[in-house]
Nanobody, 126 residues
Framework: EVQLVESGGGLVQAGGSLRLSCVAS????????IGWFRQAPGKEREVVSW????????FYADSVKGRFTITSDNAKSTVYLQMNSLKPEDTAVYYC???????????????????WGQGTQVTVSS
């Protein structure tokens, strides 16, 4: 059974930090791109960042560049999203997702991902 389990969300003041974790199981971790998406109330789900196996490929949305860092621990089948200098506009439910690394996708759209976690809430107060 494929599972993606997020953790690490919570309530933090603006300027603070959180580290999200996504633990994957049930598929060959090395063959997949793992992405982080977020969805705020009334807004569409948007890509935040993604990482391919052994960090051969990385992507950050412009809105988080310089503040968020994505890393991967293949031995633990876990992807982390370190979020620093958080802003109220970062408030959203954060999801991790997995997409088979075919090498011919941009991996920035939700439809490109086959597996999804349940999400973790991040709330940044002003």
């Amino acid at each position: 059974e494929v599972q993606l389990v997020e953790s690490g969300g919570g309530l933090v003041q603006a300027g603070g930090s959180l580290r999200l974790s996504c633990v994957a199981s049930g598929f060959t971790f090395d063959d997949y791109v793992i992405g982080w998406f977020r969805q705020a109330p009334g807004k569409e789900r948007e890509v935040v960042s993604w990482i391919s196996s052994e960090a051969r490929g990385l992507f950050y949305a412009d809105s988080v560049k310089g503040r968020f860092t994505i890393t991967s621990d293949n031995a633990k089948s876990t992807v982390y999203l370190q979020m620093n200098s958080l802003k109220p506009e970062d408030t959203a439910v954060y999801y991790c997702a997995a997409s088979y690394d075919s090498g011919d996708s941009w991996y920035i759209e939700p439809f490109e991902y086959e597996y999804w976690g349940q999400g973790t809430q991040v709330t940044v107060s002003s």
